[in-house]
Structure formats: structure tokens, C-alpha cells
């Protein structure tokens, strides 16, 4: 072997057995440990109709562009959590007429040639079920899909307000972490229900 192959040849073997390394060490601690490696915030407890619903979801395809229930792929929007987003009369409003309902132009749902346009031909009972099923998906309070910001005192919340929130907005809006503690003392907290 000639010099620069044999440390073309020692570079790759040092990144394999780099590689090799960190699978087996991050494998090894996912398996011993029952913490999930990063929090879940969102959560779902279906209904009758919300079960019904994620069977035609799973048979309409749509996890080939949705994340949902923790499977799918991520080349659309991720579906967890978005039940505290929007109700079931706007998932079936978007599912039905996409353009009218998204408030933005769509890459995928809305007329054909769209990948998605399939979605709003199917039957009205079905995107029915679909949208109960999506409503059931909810999100805790700090998730990416929640509305509410996360429960406790966040110094880096307040100096990112401090810093980007203009002028007029104290006067306009309310702050609403502060009633969300005072709901929660009084136990009557509830994410995500309208
Ligand atoms: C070809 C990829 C694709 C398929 C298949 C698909 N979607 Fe989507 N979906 C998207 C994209 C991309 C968006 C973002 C809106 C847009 O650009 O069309 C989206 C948005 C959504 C939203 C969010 C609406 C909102 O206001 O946030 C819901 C709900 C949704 N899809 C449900 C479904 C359901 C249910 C199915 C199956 C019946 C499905 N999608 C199939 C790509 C897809």
C-alpha cells in the first residue's frame, strides 16, 4: 500500500470504529434507562369515533408524509399535539377544502396535481371519522404544538419578552403565564380543551 492510501484506509477506520462506539453507547443507554431521551409533550386517549378515525388514517396513507402517535414519516407536518391547536369542525373543513381553510397557500392538500389531493374525495363519513381522531390528539402546555407556553418560572422566557416583544404589546396583552399558575393552584387547569 502506498503512504496516502494507508491513511486514506486509517481515517475511514477511525470513523467506523467511532461510529461503531456511539451506537452501542447510546443503544446501551436507551435500553437501561426508562426516561425517554427528550420529554413528550403531547398525548392521546381516543375515543370510539377518534379509533375508527386513526384506522382510516393509517389506511388513507397519510403517514407517508405525517407523523402521528409517535410513527410516520416527517415530510409533512407532525400531527401530534395538534388537537389543541384546532377543534374538529376545522380538521374536517381543512381535510374537505384545504385551500379555503389552511389561511396559506398549500404545498400538498388542496386540487389535483397536488400529492394529497386525494384527501378531500374521500368519504364525508371518514374524513369525519379522521378529524375526531385528530381533535383527540392533544398537546401539554410547552409542546410545539400547544398554544400555552411551558408550567413554572422560565428566566429564559422573560429575557426573550424583554428583548422582542414591542412596546404596545404589555399595554395590549396579557401575559397569560400568570393566570395559567393561578388556574392550576385552584386545580381546575386544562390544557388544550375549548
Ligand atoms: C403527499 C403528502 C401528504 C399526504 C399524503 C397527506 N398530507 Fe396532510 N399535510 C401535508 C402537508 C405538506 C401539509 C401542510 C399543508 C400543505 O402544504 O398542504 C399537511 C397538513 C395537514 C394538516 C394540518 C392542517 C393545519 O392547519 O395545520 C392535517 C390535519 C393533515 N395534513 C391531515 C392529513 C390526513 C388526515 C391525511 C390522510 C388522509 C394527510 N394529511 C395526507 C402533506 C400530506
Not at 456511539?22 to 434507562?33: A, D, K, W
Not at 404544538?145 to 414591542?166: H, N, Q, R, T
Request: net charge negative; charged share 25%.
Amino acid at each position: 500500500m502506498k503512504k496516502g492510501e494507508k491513511i486514506l484506509f486509517g481515517i475511514v477506520a477511525f470513523l467506523v470504529v467511532i461510529t461503531v462506539i456511539n451506537f452501542t453507547v447510546l443503544e446501551t443507554i436507551r435500553h437501561h434507562s426508562d426516561k425517554p431521551m427528550y420529554p413528550i409533550l403531547t398525548h392521546f386517549v381516543f375515543s370510539e369515533e377518534g379509533k375508527k378515525g386513526y384506522e382510516i388514517y393509517q389506511q388513507g396513507g397519510c403517514y407517508t408524509c405525517h407523523r402521528a402517535v409517535g410513527s410516520g414519516t416527517s415530510m409533512g407536518v407532525s400531527l401530534d399535539g395538534l388537537g389543541s391547536k384546532h377543534d374538529v369542525n376545522y380538521f374536517y373543513q381543512f381535510l374537505k377544502d384545504p385551500e379555503k381553510t389552511y389561511g396559506a397557500k398549500t404545498l400538498d392538500h388542496g386540487a389535483k396535481p397536488k400529492d394529497a389531493a386525494y384527501v378531500s374525495g374521500m368519504p364525508d363519513k371518514d374524513l369525519h371519522l379522521i378529524a375526531v381522531f385528530l381533535s383527540d390528539l392533544k398537546a401539554e402546555s410547552g409542546s410545539s404544538s400547544a398554544y400555552e407556553p411551558p408550567k413554572g418560572e422560565s428566566s429564559f422566557i422573560d429575557a426573550m419578552l424583554d428583548m422582542w416583544v414591542p412596546d404596545g404589546w404589555r399595554s395590549q396583552f396579557k401575559d397569560i403565564r400568570g393566570s395559567m399558575k393561578t388556574k392550576e393552584e385552584e386545580g381546575k387547569h386544562e390544557s388544550g380543551t375549548k
